[in-house]
């Protein structure tokens, strides 16, 4: 069988990797992938992007299944136009994608079901939005309404910044979001405490399953310092999701959300990210939906995951998830990613890359923004690559990361040091 995997991230590169272990796989596409993919026979780069073109050569080349990586193309109507067409594609409808693409749906959805999640008030006003946040106090959360890659939310510490933050969404729109429709709106919202972590899991309309556990570092520099990213580096489990905290976001969380969705004429189909807020007492809010999966979380993910992909992705498309039982590799996966020099804000394009090693069995090197020029491998994104390594515990994982990353070189390489920090034994993880 032949498999199209959507995107050209970290994410992407680890899918369509899991998927070559697959015994019915015969073929990998990935559209258009990355300078890993495209020196890898295993996968075939395909350049297109626009959903109806896509589906139209998915169908003269036989795909069947299609699996989204990204929320653009989500967002975009993808899985809506393969469907209509009756092809198989594991990802959400652009009506579901909302719990991701719009704070405001997803944000009034919650409240509707009863979901937990910090108090909010959205606005398109921004005079009362200001009114708002003078009523309330800092510290106090300032999101921008709309797809904005990780870079439309503002943890405001004093009032000044969140008046700011309201300024720069509404009245300048500095951060360059792709608003919804009715223009500029910002979601702002209570402060939440405690230690976050990615809650991710399957859903096929009706059934769930979650897959292992995860944590990722949204900060650009070590100790959890420095501006806001995608992802700086992820490892699987988090220890801080508990047996108790895991029912608890199951029960309190996905499974109403799920329902409600149903209820509500929207079934959710694909994967959906939780990100977690989990406090000192073990209770859980939610902070955001991800209509997909994480990135870098996927990749320590795909590390652990021992059950066929092909296998699971068929059920997903089935409505027959609840025959499932996912197996994972006991050990820790780890992942590092290795950003371009000037990331987040501005990053470098053209830096050659070299000393990538060869996959090994405990350690495999996930590319993201790298393209192949003239056969030389160069950076062309943001976050270049993340070694991903698995190993029997945290600080041997770090260790082992370490190693490989270090071997790895590109003018401007930024990368964390303390990636798992959290996960280290003896770390007070609050509960
Ligand atoms: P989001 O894109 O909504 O997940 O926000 C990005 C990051 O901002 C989150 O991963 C948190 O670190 C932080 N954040 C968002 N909302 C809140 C909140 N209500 N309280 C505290 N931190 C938040
Ligand atoms: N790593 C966070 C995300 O994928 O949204």
Known sequence: MKVLVI???GREHALAWRLSQATRVSKIYVAPGNGGTATDSRFHGIDITDPVALR??????????????????????????????????FGPTQAAAQLESSKAFSKAFMKRHKIPTADYEAFTDAAAAHAY????????VVKADGLAAGK??????TVAEAHEAVDFMLLDNKFGVSHNDGGARVVIEEFLQGEEASFIVMCDGKNVTALATSQDHKRLLDGDQGPNTGGMGAYSPAPVVTAEVHARAMREIILPTIRGMEKDGIPYTGFLYAGLMIDGKGQVKTLEFNCRMGDPETQPIMMRLKSDLFEVFWHAT???LDTVDLEWDRRVALGVVMAAHGYPLAPRKGDRVDGIPAEAPDAVVFHAGTTLDAGALQTSGGRVLCVTVLADNVKLAQQRAYEVAARIRFDGAQYRKDIGFRALPGRDAGH
């Open 7 to 9: 995107g050209s991230g």
């Open 56 to 89: 139209e050569w998915a169908a003269k080349e036989k795909i069947a299944l299609t699996v989204v990586g990204p929320e653009a193309p989500l967002a975009a109507g993808v899985v809506d136009e393969f469907r209509a067409h009756n092809m198989r594609i």
């Open 133 to 140: 946040i003078d009523a309330k106090g800092a510290p106090i």
């Open 152 to 157: 439309g939310v503002v943890v405001a510490v």
């Open 318 to 320: 089935d409505g027959t």
